[in-house]
C-alpha cells in the first residue's frame, strides 16, 4: 500500500507542478503574443493625427479610410494572435473613424480619438 501511494504522489506533484507553471507563465506569455508588425498602420495613423492638426478633417477622414481598409484587411490574420489586443484597438479605431465622420467633426472629439487610437496600436494590451 505504501507503494502505492509513494507511486501516487511521484506523479502527481510534477504532474500538479507542470500544470502551474503552464497555466501561470505559458497562459500569460500566450495572452500578451504580438500582434505582428504595426508600424504601417501606426504611419497612417499618425498621418490622420497630424492632419487633424490642421483642421483638415476632410483629408483626415480621407487617410482614415486607408488606415479602416489596412485594419480589416488584417483583421482575420490578426484577431487571433490575441483578441483582446485586437479589440482594444477595434474599439480605439471606432470611436476615431465615429469622430472624423461625424457632419460635423470638431477638434475637441477628433484630436483625443485619434490620439487614444494611436496610443492602443502602440501598446495594444493596454486598457
Do not use: Y
Amino acid at each position: 500500500m505504501k507503494q502505492i501511494l509513494l507511486a501516487t504522489a511521484l506523479i502527481l506533484v510534477p504532474v500538479a507542478g507542470f500544470t502551474a507553471f503552464e497555466v501561470a507563465f505559458v497562459g500569460a506569455a500566450q495572452a500578451t503574443a504580438s500582434l505582428g508588425d504595426l508600424s504601417p498602420m501606426i504611419t497612417i495613423v499618425s498621418d490622420v493625427q497630424k492632419i487633424a492638426a490642421t483642421g483638415d478633417f476632410a483629408a483626415a477622414s480621407t487617410r482614415v479610410t486607408d488606415w479602416e481598409t489596412a485594419w480589416d484587411a488584417s483583421a482575420a490574420g490578426m484577431r487571433p494572435l490575441n483578441p483582446d489586443a485586437w479589440d482594444n484597438i477595434d474599439q480605439a479605431s471606432d470611436h476615431a473613424l465615429k469622430a472624423l465622420r461625424n457632419g460635423a467633426p470638431t477638434a475637441d472629439t477628433v484630436n483625443p480619438a485619434v490620439a487614444t487610437l494611436l496610443a492602443a496600436l502602440t501598446n495594444p494590451t493596454a486598457q
